[in-house]
């Protein structure tokens, strides 16, 4: 079983601002890591697979980068809007690569 | 298209009862899964099948059985229910056989089940 940190584990902006969120993970046998945004009342959904050092993914206003010789990936929002408020999730695979193991995910309140 | 369903969404047991959670997937996926979700706690994941007719233990087996009925369908059972297990359900669905580390899950909406 992985130990999956996720830091802050939650955050309170005001709408317009920018922000990011970190999630922690051991770098031996690294496979991929999932990022999933999990809105109140709903299921979470994929943002994100990365797989190799120094990818950078991007989705709107949000981007990911990751870091997998020191084992962490940053979450980024760019001009937070209150649809963005939900918990986000980061999920390394395994170091036997047979199943996601997920932090305890960041949650994020946007305030109009 | 509904993607994955899962019944019931909300359910109270007593303790030693017995109960089955139902998922589907209509996307004709061939790997599923069944998380459980704790207050403070990431998603840890109870059971998986990486294709029709075959299921393995995840991170938290214990208590729980599983059937792979089919490639649309993935039970769960609680065959003697504790309060221990009072938690929120998910299943998943992915694509491919496996899973595969670069596979994207897709989550259904969730049973909620308290045992009293």
């Given at each position: ?39 109140t ?7 994100f ?52 193991t ?11 | ?52 007719g ?9 208590g ?39 596979d ?13």
């Open positions: 079983i992985l130990n999956v940190e996720q830091s802050p584990q939650s955050l309170h902006v005001q709408e317009g601002d920018s922000t990011n969120f970190t999630c922690s993970f051991p770098s031996s046998n690294f496979y991929a890591l999932h990022w999933y945004r999990w809105e009342a709903k299921s979470p959904e994929a943002l697979v990365m797989t190799l050092n120094g990818d950078e993914k991007k989705k709107g206003r949000i981007s990911a980068t990751l870091n997998t010789k020191e084992g962490y990936s940053y979450l980024y929002i760019k001009g937070s809007q209150p649809e963005d408020s939900a918990t986000y999730l980061c999920a390394p695979y395994n170091n036997a690569g047979n199943m996601l997920f932090g305890g995910g960041t949650r994020l309140m946007v305030k109009p | 298209n509904a993607g994955v369903t899962q019944t019931p969404k909300f359910q109270v047991l007593k303790t030693g009862q017995s109960m089955t959670l139902q998922c589907a997937q209509d996307m004709n996926h061939n790997s599923m899964y069944w998380y459980r979700q704790d207050p403070g706690m990431g998603l840890r994941l109870i059971y998986y099948s990486a294709s029709e075959t299921t393995d233990k995840g991170e938290v087996p214990n729980y059985n599983v059937s792979r009925l089919n490639k649309r369908e993935f039970s769960l059972r609680l065959e003697s229910a504790a309060p221990s297990q009072t938690s929120v359900y998910f299943c998943a669905s992915s694509e491919r056989t496996g899973g595969g580390v670069a994207t899950q897709y989550f259904g909406p969730g049973t909620r089940l308290t045992v009293l």
